[in-house]
């Protein structure tokens, strides 16, 4: 007497096509991406940092925020032009401002850097007018009896800038945590973690501007700033990654993983911090570690939701 | 005469008016105030979606043309995948319906060699034959836009392209979209691609324009064993439920609904299906999460990092600078 | 439809396809319904909400067994032993329903004393090694007939007891004895308690209360032993007492939407229209006289046919009516031309005189016998058996016409061929003309249900496309011309024949009226023009025209053609009996008057039907009776009694003079009254039952290109099976010319087993190359544990699946597997053999100069109409939708 069939074996994910393939599917945010992130924070970390030394430490910063200020336009403009690029129609990039959705962080994200370039334009304005280059037309206004107005124009938009630039980089970091792509949904602080690192990055600009421009007592400052700074910066980074930590793992083989450890945290974080440690000599160096760190930190976690490469 | 021209002449003949739309917006202003008009709410009206019914599908995939055939959807170029009868492999811009198939077979024991012919039927079993289990799985899904009450691509979309619409179904609005991609990020079912032909997302509308002249969804009438059901949601839940109990009552414990009621972590879905395994077997997250239950944390969280800087910085420049 | 026909009377599916919602169980087998009918499957799926079986037993595990509660795995080929093991489990278990088969079948007639079947051999008595038929004992299929009083005909001899050894019931159950579940388990390569379960399953869901179908396709007729598969069907329907019933029934699925009207009005080679009997050129037929008073059935007998034409008993039953039917059909055809005074225009008809079946023509194409061939979408050059020969054929025609909506691989065969000569070496003349797609004419079709529905013309066809209707009729209006002026009496026919269906009404002169075709089908009274009522009102004296005698009552005055209705009102049984019109008589159920005991009651409350009502004197219920309505079930006919006065009220099966279901067909299946299993022509398997290998009477193709491997030839150890896929359609003539189909299914391949592929070196989208004795193709291989190795004698069976429906024409192209098949005639039915036959597999490809050339088209270009945005009231934030 033959045997009769066992009872099939109950379906299990494992034994599906669909098992272990990726259920999300990629934005169309390329590479590129990161540098958008890194220029936004460029952009929003120099103004705050120059805004905030312009006042609480007007005689250090004053002068300083007639470059600071066009400079952080520059970045604006350069990150704009990559947000608007990597739309899947440029053309209609105004649409974004058909409405204000708070629960969109890049709604949000619109809004508020909409609102922080019109007033930094205003704000570059006033300040390249100040310009020693420019002293002729300075002079005419100021004949005319409209420096005083203008002056008290640009301070004034500096100042308003200030809350619409602290939203342009709250929403950086949620646009990429609030989403289900492997590894970015489970970034928590990468909001934090971003945030932080804005500044971090500003003052890294601000140093290299204020030592071009002879303010050391700016400088001194700014150092005293970044060593701070790059402790909560470690402390940030050290909470982000254990969120993304299995999907990074995943992600990375091991040499990709030591390179990213090797520049991020002996070059971003460790050796910054020891030569900020040791005084202001050399002090153009730190910036210029932690500059690119911060893009190979950002390009890790733009490309994390991404296939294995080979796969 | 290009095949647009053809086209036209024979709906002329046929007598269906001209499109009384107006233009596409040109020139430079029309584009720049085009998005910001407005029209009339329409009028609430009764909930509608989908209750698939896997249990009665047989993957025949009239779902998938017809969705292609009303909404004159490309044709997508592929090739031969292995992998079952599913050579479409994924929902996109151009597939707004996708239909999975899924073998699951036991090792099948060769019978063993044949014995003497015998003319005994007591020797066999009778009841333990009628009771045994069928060989074999073969399941079949038609997937889709799951059209979820709290749609995270909804949230997430910063045009206001992506709208519930009157029947509480998710739609993208093709001339607002600008393929921001918010959507595609926010989506846990994997739903939405960016169209490489004009760079905007699509999905599935469930049949919106349909929904207007009382016609369910083009899907739903070409099923033809009515594994695709549209209705109000209140009928099709009921609907599905009984369907449920049917199926236990008759020894399929593995039948399930997924995605008919909310969780801690999700909404309840417009597209709710009666499954016969894991949602895993079937491509879809055994618990889907909506991201935007982090967005007040994780903003929180964004501006305590700024604040900590800013304290440190204002305090740095105060105390060195001032 | 053979099997059908001789079991039952018409060769017709019995049951509507939405009575299986009505069904307890259903046996799917040698179709593939879900796939094949997705539409129809929505009736077992629904069956199956209702707590019904659904079973199926197939070579493969496919889209219906996904769906089925039970499936088994079968070799290809075996489906006759499959169900002959379910014959041997109905009568020895005694799970027949004794009073259906008493009374309604011919279990209880007593066979001729010469009647007999060696299990040795496999054939039975009279066989005749020299000829390969059953001309040495003539009579000894038949009854043994009790003569009546004065001359009466002979009724058959019975006992109502069943115990008499020569009995069909015992007669029966000896044939059916060696079938045991472990013997069919053997040949089929099932378990033994598969054949058990799915004998008990159909026998505790029949008898009174429930009802079992059978739905079979082209799974079963394209065996050599097709019909007689059918036949066995049929018997164990009959045992179970489910033909006529609600819910029972065999429910023969045909592939197309219309071949069952183009089988009725006919294409048939060997019938006049309505399945007449074709009159040959012999003596015995040589006038209209004769021809009426021997008619013979559609199964004649093969070889020496000067004295082979079985006799059709003409005195009793419908078929009384063969002169009624003949005449009116003569005088439709050749109108005032025909008259009493010359034999209604019988001599103007060509008659038979050899075999020119499809195939048989084809094979006389080869050898540059014939000269011009018509195509209407049809596509032998992928959808023949022996394509490769299919497609030289063709190349040896002076001239081919292809009707078709696209130039398909039979319209191209000059040049397109991958395998073909130079062109400018092929003599052929090909005209494509452009055809109108199905909603660009109006017309009827006639489907799997006899159901005849009306479509009208949506749009006019573009530019030069037409309907058949109207190139047929353009082509008659041609030669009628042509042979206007002829004298010569061979080309009376011609100029005789009445061919005017103008459409007045139409704008374009020389359009048809499809109605008025209609019109001739139905028939009418020649003296005043009006329409015939029903098949009532035809007769044998020239003063009714009937194109289509079973049509006869679709429409029944100008007004009202009822193919055309369209009341969705459905009744209890789920008939939709004013939803477009069914022959006959809009009967819906064939046999129906089975659905009722011999007193005339239905069964079961549960199964009635139709039933007899006392007060009115009349049959009635939920289905048209498909039966005389005023004859009582306590009818007993006088001895002399002629026509349907000669079938008893209990007798469902009018068409056979003794109103029974034939059990055992005494005649109309050339190679056996009972069915046999045999093996396939070419088959890796010898047969396990009897020293015949395979079936006797089957023709074989003499041709060059079309050699056939030996029984258990090693070369060609597997067994090879072809079928279609939901996603393409038949040759894919029209499914590979759209994108949105090609993008569903983009490539021919073929499904092997993981353990032929392992033992072929072979993973899951290689390609394999598939050989037969014919020809070679190569395709990517499906590795899939739905096909499964069965052990049949001991060792392992492995099933080559191959879908047919590639060619080298479309968006996708793909090899034909028919190249591969071998070309062959089923006794009786003429059909080719493609679903079972042998061949080799091996990895890899074939050389370059084989390879299907990049022939594919470009996709069509998408109408590029504004679609996707939405109506404008609907947008809740937008306003304006714009159009490109």
């Given at each position: 007497?033959?045997s009769?069939?066992?009872?099939?074996?109950?379906?299990?994910p494992?034994?599906?096509?669909?098992?272990?393939?990726?259920?999300t599917?990629?934005?169309n945010?390329s590479?590129l991406?990161?540098w958008d992130?890194?220029f936004?924070?460029?952009?929003?970390?120099?103004?705050?940092?120059?805004?905030a030394g312009?006042l609480?430490?007007?005689?250090?910063?004053?002068?300083?925020?007639?470059y600071?200020?066009?400079?952080?336009l520059?970045?604006?403009?350069?990150?704009?032009?990559?947000?608007?690029?990597?739309?899947g129609?440029?053309?209609?990039?105004?649409?974004?401002l058909?409405?204000?959705k708070?629960?969109?962080?890049m709604?949000?994200?619109?809004?508020?850097?909409?609102a922080y370039?019109?007033?930094?334009?205003i704000?570059?304005?006033?300040?390249?007018?100040?310009?020693p280059?420019?002293?002729?037309?300075?002079?005419?206004?100021?004949?005319?009896?409209?420096w005083?107005?203008?002056?008290?124009?640009?301070?004034a938009?500096?100042?308003?800038?200030?809350?619409?630039?602290?939203?342009?980089?709250?929403?950086?970091?949620v646009?990429?945590?609030?989403?289900?792509?492997?590894?970015?949904k489970?970034?928590?602080?990468?909001?934090?973690?971003?945030?932080?690192?804005?500044?971090?990055?500003g003052?890294s600009?601000?140093?290299?501007?204020a030592?071009?421009?002879g303010?050391?007592?700016a400088?001194?400052?700014?150092?005293?700033?970044?060593?701070a700074?790059?402790?909560?910066?470690?402390i940030?980074?050290?909470?982000?990654?254990?969120?993304?930590?299995?999907?990074?793992?995943?992600r990375?083989?091991?040499?990709?993983r030591?390179?990213?450890w090797?520049?991020?945290?002996?070059?971003?974080?460790?050796?910054?911090f020891?030569?900020?440690l040791?005084?202001?000599?050399?002090?153009?160096?730190?910036?210029?570690?932690i500059?690119?760190?911060?893009?190979?930190?950002?390009?890790?976690?733009?490309?994390?939701?991404?296939?294995?490469s080979?796969? | 005469?290009?095949?647009?021209?053809?086209?036209?002449?024979?709906?002329?003949?046929?007598?269906l008016?001209?499109a009384?739309?107006p233009?596409?917006?040109?020139?430079?202003?029309?584009?720049?105030?085009?998005?910001?008009?407005?029209?009339?709410?329409?009028e609430?009206?009764?909930p509608v979606?989908?209750?698939?019914?896997?249990s009665?599908?047989?993957?025949?995939?009239?779902?998938?043309v017809?969705?292609?055939?009303?909404?004159?959807?490309?044709?997508?170029?592929?090739?031969?995948s292995?992998?079952?009868?599913?050579?479409?492999?994924a929902?996109?811009?151009?597939?707004?319906?996708?239909?999975?198939?899924?073998?699951l077979?036991?090792?099948?024991?060769?019978?063993?060699?044949?014995l003497?012919?015998?003319?005994?039927?007591?020797?066999?079993?009778?009841?333990?034959l009628?009771?045994?289990?069928?060989?074999?799985h073969?399941?079949?899904?038609?997937?889709?836009?799951?059209h979820?009450?709290?749609?995270p691509c909804?949230?997430?979309?910063?045009?206001?392209a992506?709208?519930?619409t009157?029947?509480?179904?998710v739609?993208?609005?093709?001339?607002?979209c600008?393929?921001?991609?918010s959507c595609?990020?926010s989506?846990?079912?994997?739903?939405?691609?960016?169209?490489?032909?004009?760079?905007?997302?699509?999905?599935?509308?469930?049949c919106?324009?349909?929904?207007?002249d009382?016609?369910?969804p083009?899907?739903?009438?070409a099923?033809?064993t009515?594994?695709i059901?549209?209705?109000?949601?209140?009928?099709?839940?009921?609907?599905?439920?009984?369907?449920v109990?049917?199926?236990?009552d008759?020894?399929?414990s593995q039948?399930?609904?997924?995605?008919?009621a909310?969780?801690?972590?999700?909404?309840?879905l417009?597209?709710?299906?009666l499954l016969?395994a894991?949602?895993g077997?079937y491509?879809l997250p055994?618990?889907?999460?909506?991201?935007?239950?982090?967005?007040?944390?994780?903003?929180?969280?964004?501006?305590?990092?700024?604040?900590?800087a800013?304290?440190?910085?204002v305090?740095?420049?105060a105390?060195?600078?001032? | 439809?053979?099997?059908?026909g001789?079991?039952?009377?018409?060769?017709?599916c019995?049951?509507?396809p939405?009575?299986?919602?009505?069904?307890?169980?259903?046996?799917?087998?040698?179709?593939?319904?879900?796939?094949?009918?997705?539409v129809?499957f929505?009736?077992?799926?629904?069956?199956?909400?209702?707590?019904?079986?659904?079973?199926?037993?197939?070579p493969?595990?496919t889209?219906?067994?996904?769906?089925?509660?039970?499936?088994?795995?079968?070799?290809?080929?075996?489906?006759?032993?499959?169900?002959?093991?379910?014959?041997?489990?109905?009568?020895a278990?005694?799970?027949h329903f004794?009073?259906y088969?008493?009374h309604?079948?011919?279990?209880?007639?007593?066979?001729s004393?010469?009647y007999?079947?060696?299990?040795?051999?496999?054939?039975f008595?009279g066989?005749n090694?020299?000829?390969?038929?059953?001309?040495?004992?003539?009579?000894s299929?038949?009854?043994?007939?009790e003569p009546?009083?004065?001359?009466?005909?002979?009724?058959?001899?019975?006992d109502?007891?069943l115990?008499?050894p020569q009995?069909?019931f015992?007669?029966?159950?000896?044939?059916?004895?060696?079938?045991?579940?472990?013997t069919?388990?053997?040949?089929?390569g099932?378990?033994?308690?598969?054949?058990v379960?799915?004998a008990?399953?159909?026998?505790?869901?029949?008898?009174?209360?429930?009802?079992?179908?059978?739905?079979?396709s082209?799974?079963?007729?394209?065996?050599?032993?097709?019909?007689?598969i059918?036949?066995?069907?049929?018997i164990v329907q009959?045992?179970?007492?489910?033909?006529?019933?609600?819910?029972g029934?065999?429910?023969?699925l045909r592939?197309?939407?219309?071949?069952?009207?183009?089988?009725?009005?006919?294409t048939?080679?060997?019938?006049?229209p309505?399945?007449?009997?074709?009159?040959?050129?012999?003596?015995?037929?040589?006038?209209?006289?004769d021809?009426?008073?021997?008619?013979?059935?559609?199964?004649?007998?093969?070889g020496?046919?000067?004295?082979?034409l079985?006799?059709m008993?003409?005195t009793?039953?419908?078929?009384?009516?063969?002169?009624?039917?003949?005449i009116?059909?003569?005088k439709?055809?050749?109108?005032d031309?025909?008259?009493?005074?010359n034999e209604?225009?019988?001599q103007?008809?060509?008659?038979?005189?050899?075999?020119?079946?499809?195939m048989?023509y084809?094979?006389?194409?080869?050898?540059?016998?014939?000269?011009?061939?018509?195509?209407f979408?049809q596509?032998?050059?992928?959808?023949?058996?022996?394509a490769?020969?299919?497609?030289?054929?063709?190349?040896?025609?002076?001239w081919l016409?292809?009707?078709?909506?696209?130039?398909?691989?039979?319209?191209?065969?000059w040049?397109?061929?991958?395998?073909?000569?130079?062109?400018?070496?092929?003599?052929?003349?090909?005209?494509?003309?452009?055809a109108?797609?199905?909603?660009?004419?109006?017309g009827?079709?006639?489907?799997?249900?006899?159901?005849?529905?009306?479509?009208d013309?949506?749009v006019?066809p573009?530019?030069d496309?037409?309907?058949?209707l109207?190139?047929?009729?353009?082509?008659?209006?041609r030669?009628?011309?042509l042979?206007?002026?002829?004298?010569?009496?061979r080309?009376?026919?011609i100029?005789?024949l009445?061919?005017?269906?103008?459409?007045?009404a139409?704008?374009?002169?020389?359009?048809?009226?499809?109605?008025?075709?209609l019109?001739?089908l139905?028939?009418y009274?020649?003296?005043?023009?009006?329409?015939?009522?029903?098949?009532?009102?035809?007769?044998?004296?020239?003063?009714?025209?009937?194109?289509?005698?079973?049509?006869?009552?679709?429409?029944?005055?100008?007004?009202?053609?009822?193919?055309?209705?369209?009341?969705?009102?459905?009744?209890?049984?789920?008939i939709?009996?004013?939803?477009?019109?069914?022959?006959?008589?809009?009967?819906?159920?064939?046999?129906?008057?089975?659905s009722?005991?011999?007193?005339?009651r239905?069964?079961s409350?549960?199964?009635?039907l139709?039933?007899?009502?006392?007060?009115?004197?009349?049959?009635?219920?939920?289905?048209?009776?498909?039966?005389?309505?005023?004859?009582?079930p306590?009818?007993?006919?006088?001895?002399?009694?002629?026509?349907?006065?000669?079938?008893?009220?209990?007798?469902?099966?009018?068409?056979?003079?003794?109103?029974?279901g034939w059990?055992f067909?005494?005649?109309?299946?050339a190679?056996?009254?009972?069915?046999?299993?045999?093996?396939?022509?070419?088959s890796?398997?010898?047969?396990?039952?009897?020293?015949?290998q395979?079936?006797?009477?089957?023709?074989i193709?003499?041709?060059?290109?079309?050699?056939l491997s030996?029984?258990?030839?090693?070369?060609?150890?597997?067994?090879?099976?072809?079928?279609?896929?939901?996603?393409?359609?038949?040759?894919?003539?029209?499914s590979?010319f759209?994108s949105?189909l090609?993008e569903?299914?983009?490539?021919?391949?073929?499904?092997i087993?993981?353990a032929?592929?392992?033992?072929?070196g072979v993973?899951?989208?290689?390609?394999?190359?598939?050989?037969t004795?014919?020809?070679?193709?190569?395709?990517?291989?499906?590795?899939?544990?739905?096909?499964?190795?069965?052990?049949?004698?001991?060792?392992p069976?492995?099933?080559?699946?191959?879908?047919?429906g590639?060619?080298?024409?479309?968006e996708a192209?793909g090899?034909?597997?028919?190249?591969?098949?071998?070309?062959?005639?089923?006794?009786?039915?003429?059909?080719?053999?493609?679903?079972?036959?042998a061949?080799q597999?091996?990895?890899?490809?074939?050389?370059?100069?084989?390879?299907?050339p990049?022939?594919?088209?470009a996709?069509l270009?998408?109408?590029?109409?504004?679609v996707?945005?939405?109506?404008?009231?609907g947008?809740?934030?937008?306003?304006?939708?714009?159009v490109?």
């Amino acid at each position: 007497m033959q045997s009769v069939h066992q009872a099939t074996r109950k379906p299990t994910p494992a034994s599906s096509p669909y098992a272990g393939q990726t259920i999300t599917k990629l934005p169309n945010w390329s590479g590129l991406t990161a540098w958008d992130i890194w220029f936004n924070n460029l952009s929003i970390g120099v103004f705050l940092v120059a805004a905030a030394g312009a006042l609480v430490a007007p005689a250090h910063f004053a002068p300083l925020t007639k470059y600071a200020y066009p400079l952080a336009l520059l970045l604006l403009v350069v990150d704009l032009a990559l947000l608007v690029g990597d739309l899947g129609d440029p053309a209609r990039f105004h649409h974004m401002l058909r409405v204000f959705k708070p629960s969109s962080p890049m709604s949000f994200g619109t809004w508020t850097l909409s609102a922080y370039g019109l007033l930094l334009g205003i704000a570059s304005v006033v300040a390249v007018l100040k310009w020693p280059l420019l002293a002729g037309v300075q002079a005419f206004l100021a004949s005319a009896g409209l420096w005083g107005l203008i002056e008290v124009l640009g301070a004034a938009a500096a100042v308003l800038a200030i809350l619409p630039a602290m939203g342009g980089i709250l929403y950086k970091g949620v646009l990429f945590s609030v989403t289900s792509q492997a590894g970015w949904k489970d970034a928590r602080w990468l909001g934090g973690y971003v945030t932080n690192s804005a500044v971090l990055l500003g003052c890294s600009v601000m140093v290299l501007l204020a030592l071009v421009f002879g303010q050391s007592a700016a400088v001194a400052a700014l150092r005293v700033a970044m060593l701070a700074l790059l402790v909560l910066d470690a402390i940030l980074l050290l909470l982000l990654y254990r969120g993304v930590a299995p999907a990074y793992r995943a992600r990375y083989d091991d040499n990709q993983r030591m390179f990213f450890w090797i520049i991020v945290l002996a070059g971003g974080l460790i050796a910054p911090f020891l030569l900020l440690l040791q005084g202001t000599l050399l002090i153009a160096v730190p910036p210029l570690l932690i500059l690119p760190a911060a893009l190979v930190v950002r390009y890790a976690l733009v490309l994390l939701p991404r296939p294995p490469s080979g796969k | 005469m290009s095949i647009k021209d053809v086209a036209r002449k024979q709906l002329e003949v046929i007598g269906l008016p001209p499109a009384t739309a107006p233009e596409r917006p040109h020139g430079l202003i029309e584009p720049i105030l085009y998005p910001f008009r407005r029209g009339e709410m329409p009028e609430v009206q009764p909930p509608v979606g989908f209750f698939t019914d896997t249990s009665v599908c047989i993957g025949c995939k009239a779902c998938q043309v017809a969705c292609k055939e009303w909404n004159l959807l490309q044709a997508a170029e592929t090739g031969l995948s292995g992998k079952s009868y599913d050579n479409t492999l994924a929902l996109s811009a151009e597939e707004w319906r996708h239909v999975k198939f899924i073998e699951l077979f036991d090792e099948m024991p060769l019978p063993p060699p044949p014995l003497k012919p015998t003319a005994n039927f007591d020797d066999f079993d009778i009841k333990k034959l009628l009771d045994e289990p069928k060989v074999g799985h073969w399941l079949m899904m038609s997937d889709s836009c799951k059209h979820c009450v709290s749609a995270p691509c909804q949230l997430a979309c910063p045009t206001g392209a992506i709208v519930h619409t009157e029947f509480a179904n998710v739609l993208i609005q093709p001339d607002i979209c600008n393929g921001c991609s918010s959507c595609i990020a926010s989506c846990p079912f994997g739903v939405i691609t960016r169209s490489a032909a004009d760079g905007h997302s699509y999905k599935c509308t469930m049949c919106y324009d349909r929904l207007h002249d009382g016609l369910e969804p083009a899907c739903a009438r070409a099923c033809p064993t009515w594994a695709i059901n549209f209705g109000p949601i209140d009928a099709i839940k009921q609907q599905a439920e009984a369907r449920v109990k049917q199926l236990q009552d008759r020894g399929v414990s593995q039948a399930y609904l997924y995605g008919d009621a909310a969780t801690d972590q999700y909404s309840a879905l417009h597209n709710f299906y009666l499954l016969l395994a894991e949602p895993g077997v079937y491509g879809l997250p055994d618990q889907a999460a909506n991201p935007h239950n982090h967005l007040a944390g994780d903003y929180l969280r964004a501006a305590l990092g700024l604040l900590l800087a800013l304290a440190v910085l204002v305090a740095a420049f105060a105390l060195v600078g001032g | 439809m053979s099997g059908l026909g001789t079991s039952f009377g018409f060769g017709a599916c019995t049951n509507f396809p939405r009575d299986l919602v009505n069904s307890d169980c259903i046996l799917v087998m040698g179709s593939n319904m879900a796939e094949s009918h997705p539409v129809g499957f929505l009736w077992p799926t629904l069956a199956q909400q209702s707590g019904a079986t659904l079973i199926h037993v197939d070579p493969r595990y496919t889209r219906t067994s996904a769906a089925a509660d039970v499936h088994v795995t079968i070799r290809p080929g075996a489906d006759l032993a499959f169900l002959g093991g379910i014959v041997r489990y109905i009568v020895a278990n005694n799970r027949h329903f004794e009073e259906y088969v008493v009374h309604y079948t011919n279990a209880a007639t007593i066979l001729s004393p010469e009647y007999g079947m060696d299990p040795a051999t496999g054939l039975f008595a009279g066989f005749n090694p020299a000829t390969s038929t059953y001309d040495l004992l003539p009579e000894s299929w038949d009854y043994v007939m009790e003569p009546g009083p004065d001359g009466a005909p002979a009724q058959p001899k019975t006992d109502p007891t069943l115990q008499d050894p020569q009995c069909v019931f015992q007669v029966l159950k000896r044939h059916f004895d060696p079938y045991t579940p472990e013997t069919v388990a053997n040949i089929c390569g099932c378990r033994p308690e598969d054949v058990v379960k799915v004998a008990e399953l159909l026998c505790r869901n029949s008898g009174r209360e429930r009802t079992s179908a059978i739905a079979y396709s082209l799974g079963w007729t394209q065996h050599g032993t097709g019909p007689q598969i059918i036949r066995t069907a049929a018997i164990v329907q009959l045992l179970l007492g489910n033909i006529g019933r609600p819910g029972g029934g065999i429910i023969a699925l045909r592939g197309h939407a219309n071949v069952q009207g183009a089988t009725d009005i006919p294409t048939l080679f060997n019938t006049l229209p309505n399945y007449l009997p074709m009159p040959h050129a012999l003596p015995a037929q040589a006038t209209l006289a004769d021809y009426l008073a021997n008619g013979h059935s559609s199964g004649a007998r093969r070889g020496n046919v000067d004295d082979g034409l079985w006799k059709m008993d003409v005195t009793r039953g419908s078929w009384t009516n063969l002169p009624k039917y003949t005449i009116s059909l003569l005088k439709a055809w050749y109108g005032d031309a025909a008259t009493a005074g010359n034999e209604f225009g019988y001599q103007w008809i060509p008659k038979l005189d050899e075999d020119l079946s499809e195939m048989s023509y084809f094979i006389k194409m080869h050898r540059g016998q014939v000269k011009g061939l018509f195509l209407f979408g049809q596509n032998p050059a992928v959808g023949g058996p022996n394509a490769r020969l299919q497609r030289d054929a063709m190349r040896k025609l002076q001239w081919l016409v292809a009707v078709d909506l696209f130039e398909t691989e039979s319209a191209s065969v000059w040049y397109a061929d991958p395998e073909g000569p130079d062109p400018k070496t092929v003599p052929t003349e090909v005209f494509l003309l452009p055809a109108a797609a199905i909603t660009e004419k109006e017309g009827s079709l006639t489907n799997t249900e006899r159901l005849v529905q009306w479509h009208d013309r949506a749009v006019d066809p573009p530019g030069d496309c037409h309907s058949d209707l109207w190139y047929v009729y353009q082509v008659g209006k041609r030669l009628k011309q042509l042979y206007a002026g002829s004298g010569l009496a061979r080309d009376a026919a011609i100029r005789n024949l009445t061919w005017d269906y103008d459409d007045e009404a139409a704008a374009q002169p020389g359009e048809p009226d499809a109605e008025k075709v209609l019109r001739e089908l139905n028939g009418y009274h020649t003296a005043t023009g009006k329409h015939l009522k029903s098949a009532g009102e035809l007769a044998g004296d020239g003063s009714t025209a009937c194109g289509s005698r079973l049509y006869a009552g679709i429409f029944p005055d100008p007004e009202h053609n009822l193919a055309r209705r369209l009341d969705g009102a459905v009744n209890p049984a789920g008939i939709f009996a004013d939803w477009g019109w069914a022959w006959p008589g809009n009967s819906r159920v064939l046999y129906n008057r089975a659905s009722a005991d011999p007193q005339g009651r239905p069964w079961s409350e549960r199964k009635k039907l139709v039933w007899w009502d006392e007060a009115q004197g009349r049959w009635t219920g939920d289905d048209v009776p498909q039966f005389e309505t005023t004859t009582p079930p306590t009818y007993q006919p006088a001895p002399d009694a002629t026509g349907m006065a000669a079938i008893a009220g209990d007798a469902p099966f009018g068409a056979h003079f003794d109103g029974r279901g034939w059990l055992f067909t005494p005649f109309g299946m050339a190679d056996g009254p009972l069915p046999v299993h045999y093996e396939p022509l070419e088959s890796p398997f010898m047969n396990a039952l009897g020293s015949q290998q395979s079936s006797p009477l089957t023709v074989i193709l003499q041709d060059p290109l079309n050699p056939l491997s030996p029984p258990g030839d090693p070369d060609y150890p597997l067994v090879a099976t072809t079928y279609r896929i939901t996603e393409h359609y038949l040759s894919g003539a029209m499914s590979r010319f759209n994108s949105w189909l090609v993008e569903l299914q983009p490539a021919m391949f073929v499904e092997i087993s993981p353990a032929l592929a392992a033992a072929r070196g072979v993973k899951n989208l290689d390609w394999v190359v598939v050989s037969t004795l014919r020809d070679e193709i190569e395709a990517r291989a499906l590795v899939t544990e739905r096909m499964q190795p069965l052990t049949v004698e001991g060792r392992p069976a492995h099933v080559v699946g191959m879908l047919w429906g590639f060619g080298y024409r479309g968006e996708a192209v793909g090899e034909s597997a028919n190249v591969l098949s071998p070309m062959s005639l089923s006794p009786d039915a003429d059909i080719q053999g493609t679903k079972s036959f042998a061949c080799q597999l091996r990895a890899g490809r074939l050389g370059d100069e084989r390879h299907v050339p990049a022939l594919p088209m470009a996709p069509l270009p998408l109408i590029d109409l504004p679609v996707r945005q939405t109506p404008w009231a609907g947008q809740p934030e937008g306003s304006e939708q714009h159009v490109d």
